[in-house]
């Protein structure tokens, strides 16, 4: 896979950050921020060549929306999904919840088109609204799929927050085999890596593991503390949490690990590459 370049990962979360500042400081679902978010990345995605699809759904009276984008080719009966949610809450710009993992997934899915990938199976990559409502994009798009599309899904990946300033290394373990596609290549980097535990059933993989889809992915820590241990591991300070704006207004670009940014999105490209070859 290649070397996802962190600048480029940076320069979408500065347009997430101008996006907020522009709507009243938050990109979140029902605001005029949430949907500016979806155009920039339709932009993107339809440029380089994915098919993308904008599902409409309402919650509590109020329009909400996924963008689906789907590289053509690949074996559609094995299908790979990376997703993120693109909302934030309302008290802030949510560039590390969760710009981090749209930003992340979006340089991943360029990437894919830059290279021509000609994948064996098929590659799909999704961004939720109303996360921050409880999984409610996801869960609508898990609900739409008829229970032979639900059947066709190699995995499902799900990136929300991986550049916290004060980062830890978690993988989802909620399933073996992509546990150990993450696990090995923080191995070949050196770099020590815990289960996550902190976000168990809290975002949207819920929805595609609820529907029996086995589900991968990666976190950076939000509002819980980093111990001395873990301080010892991967640097950062002990007894803060790995997010301190978590949820904040100082939720900004400025609240980004660039190290943590730069290795997770790579270790994003290993596994999307890894997973439909
Ligand atoms: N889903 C939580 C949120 O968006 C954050 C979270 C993600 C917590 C993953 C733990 C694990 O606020
Ligand atoms: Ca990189
Ligand atoms: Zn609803
Ligand atoms: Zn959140
Ligand atoms: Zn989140």
């Not at 347009?15 to 679902?29: K, P, V, Y």
């Not at 609900?143 to 066709?152: G, N, Q, T, Y």
């Not at 990136?159 to 989802?172: C, E, K, L, T």
């Not at 980097?189 to 992915?217: L, Q, Y």
């Amino acid at each position: 896979a290649p070397d996802i370049p962190v600048s480029a990962v940076k320069a979408d979360l500065d347009q997430l950050q101008s996006i907020a500042d522009a709507n009243g400081g938050n990109r979140a679902h029902g605001q005029p921020g949430y949907k500016a978010s979806v155009d920039y990345l339709k932009g993107k995605l339809d440029e380089a060549g994915f098919t993308t699809q904008v599902q409409e759904f309402d919650h509590n009276g109020t329009k909400g929306y996924n963008l689906v984008a789907d590289w053509p080719g690949g074996d559609e009966s094995k299908t790979v999904m990376s997703g993120a949610h693109l909302d934030s809450v309302d008290e802030g710009p949510g560039i590390n919840d969760n710009g981090s993992g749209s930003a992340g997934i979006l340089e991943v899915a360029l990437a894919v088109a830059k290279a021509d990938l000609k994948p064996a199976k098929h590659l799909r990559f999704g961004w939720w609204g109303a996360e921050e409502y409880g999984m409610v994009g996801s869960q609508h798009y898990v609900s739409s799929l008829a229970d032979a599309d639900r059947a066709k899904f190699d995995s499902y990946l799900n990136f929300d927050m991986i550049g916290s300033p004060n980062p830890g290394y978690f993988v989802y373990d909620d399933d073996p085999r992509l546990e150990k596609v993450f696990k090995d290549w923080y191995a070949t980097k050196n770099i020590a890596t815990e289960i996550e535990t902190e976000g168990d059933g809290r975002s949207d993989h819920a929805s595609f593991k609820d529907a029996g889809i086995p589900v991968g992915g990666l976190f950076s820590g939000a509002d819980y503390k980093k111990t001395a241990e873990q301080a010892k591991n991967w640097g950062g300070t002990e007894g803060e949490p790995f997010d301190a704006c978590y949820h904040q207004s100082c939720d900004t670009v400025k609240n980004i690990d660039e190290k943590a940014l730069d290795t997770n999105t790579d270790a994003i490209a290993h596994a999307v590459w890894e997973l439909s070859s």
